[in-house]
């Protein structure tokens, strides 16, 4: 079993930058992807980007060039830096935990961090 403490989130200026962490504890499969999602109010959540163990990224159009996200394999921890913050990028973001056995992919949730970008 795996346990995801999130952090970072938080109120900032559209312009600005924040910088959420993930840290997951427990049963660690070898081989196994993380990433953030977010949601927000009255949406359906979204893929915000994903870092499988060779470091191979993926991220969402909106936040190409804007978020980098990164991992310590060591620490079990994934990171997400998320800079010139608009106020279409609030929501809760959550982390997430992936591995794959025999074909099927099983899914491990964070709590959820607030991100809210305003004036």
């Known amino acids: 079993q795996v346990e995801l403490v999130e952090s970072g989130g938080g109120l900032v200026q559209p312009g600005g930058s924040l910088r959420l962490s993930c840290t997951a504890n427990g049963r660690i499969s070898t081989l196994n992807a993380m990433g953030w999602y977010r949601q927000a109010p009255g949406k359906q959540r979204e893929l915000v980007a994903g870092i499988i163990n060779d470091g191979t990224t993926n991220y969402a159009d909106l936040v190409k060039g804007r978020f980098t996200i990164s991992r310590d394999n060591a620490k079990n921890m994934v990171f997400l830096q998320m800079n010139d913050l608009k106020p279409e990028d609030t929501a809760v973001y959550y982390c997430?935990?992936?591995?794959?056995?025999?074909?099927?992919?099983?899914?491990?949730w964070g709590q959820g961090t607030q991100v809210t970008v305003s004036s």
């Open positions: 997430n935990y992936r591995y794959t056995s025999l074909g099927r992919a099983y899914d491990t």
